[in-house]
């Protein structure tokens, strides 16, 4: 079992930045690929980043060159830097691990309860 717990969310306007942390206990960190969801109102929720247990990223389109994913073994932590945020931004973000033999398949199977975001124009 791994528990997932979202902090750093907010209020910023639009241009400004945040950093979403998720720290991660349970099973140990490394077993892990991690990962970044969001989902406004009304919308399906859509892949924002992921990171593997060696640090190798991957960004959805919407986000490349303005969202980076990052992890520090040391604290069990996963963090997404949001950059020049956008209104479309929006949405609850959430963090998730998926076990190294279910990377490709991304297939997640622990989440975080979620942290909003909210980019003002």
């Known amino acids: 079992q791994v528990q997932l717990v979202e902090s750093g969310g907010g209020l910023v306007q639009a241009g400004g930045s945040l950093r979403l942390s998720c720290a991660a206990s349970?099973?140990?960190?490394?077993?892990?690929?991690m990962g970044w969801f969001r989902q406004a109102p009304g919308k399906e929720r859509e892949f924002v980043a992921a990171?593997?247990?060696?640090?190798?990223?991957t960004y959805g389109d919407s986000v490349k060159g303005r969202f980076t994913i990052s992890r520090d073994a040391a604290k069990n932590t996963v963090y997404l830097q949001l950059n020049s945020l956008e209104p479309e931004d929006t949405a609850v973000y959430y963090c998730?691990?998926?076990?190294?033999?279910?990377?490709?398949?991304?297939?997640?199977?622990?989440w975080g309860q979620g942290t909003q975001v909210t980019v003002s124009s």
């Open positions: 349970g099973r140990t960190f490394g077993g892990y690929g």
């Open positions: 998730a691990a998926v076990p190294r033999s279910s990377w490709e398949g991304a297939d997640y199977v622990y």
């Open positions: 990171i593997k247990w060696n640090g190798g990223g």
